[in-house]
């Protein structure tokens, strides 16, 4: 029997008159849809146009919340007392799964987005108020987080479900964190090397970090950023290309299930 693995990308980040990534084309061929909250991207039709198209492909869905930080499409850090950054947690997560059960679609996962996910993946209180917020909406969301991250241990202490994701355009520091934009080699072009990238660590059972150790974690999720140049040929090869080596994709509910 096939193992199992999802491919997620990061969608319905478009706003108003302003068009970002091929949402369409991607829901193509990933298993699940990471879907803008309206802090760093996407608005109320967009997000309902999002969530209908993934109910039509079958594609399971997950709200990705950020930081308030339009301008800088989440990606700028920010410091939120706790209680305030809760309750935007909790109000993204509650619009996405009400607009999914308008469109008779279901919310499986939450993946925090940009510069809250990557702040949370190495401080261990604020990732608690994050998987604390998920499970205050829904204790039975998963939690999508990056492996090797304090992010993915608040999910466990939290009670919660955990895909342990990796990605397949961003290289690996020796801490498990991703090697950051501002660094040469942080990015990972092209989609042959984005496979070749995710086969080595699927084949070796752990992050492979650019310095090659292998940081041994069980990989559930595959992410494809939507917003580059190179995210539907990048999905479409590291489709195939895990057809080919064995593997079967699924919706992550459907790959965490046993």
């Not at 996962?109 to 996910?117: I, R, Y």
Request: glycine content about 10%.
């Amino acid at each position: 029997m096939s193992q199992k693995i999802n491919l997620n990308a990061d969608l319905g980040e478009s706003f108003g008159a302003w068009s970002m990534g091929s949402d369409s084309a991607l829901l193509d061929v990933v298993g699940s849809a990471n879907v803008a909250c309206g802090f760093h991207g996407g608005d109320p039709l967009v997000m309902r146009q999002t969530v209908r198209a993934a109910r039509e492909r079958g594609v399971s869905i997950g709200a990705h919340p950020s930081f308030p930080d339009l301008q800088g499409f989440g990606r700028r850090r920010m410091d939120i007392p706790a209680d305030e950054l809760a309750a935007m947690l909790i109000y993204q997560i509650g619009a996405l799964q009400t607009m999914a059960a308008v469109e008779g679609h279901a919310l499986s996962h939450v993946k925090p987005h940009g510069a809250l996910n990557n702040m949370a993946c190495a401080d261990a209180r604020l990732a608690d108020v994050v998987a604390a917020a998920v499970a205050a909406v829904d204790r039975d969301l998963i939690l999508l987080a990056p492996a090797h991250s304090q992010l993915a241990l608040a999910g466990i202490r939290a009670g919660l479900a955990v895909g342990l994701e990796v990605f397949a355009d961003r290289a690996y520091q020796d801490d498990g964190q991703l090697v950051p934009r501002s660094q040469p080699g942080a990015m990972i072009h092209g989609a042959e090397a984005s496979l070749q990238h995710v086969l080595r660590m699927l084949d070796a059972g752990g992050l492979v970090t650019r310095t090659g150790n292998v940081l041994k974690t069980d990989i559930h999720s595959i992410c494809v950023h939507g917003d580059g140049p190179d995210a539907v040929a990048s999905a479409c090869a590291l489709a195939a290309g895990l057809e080919m080596a064995g593997y079967s994709l699924s919706t992550l509910p459907q790959t965490l299930r046993p």
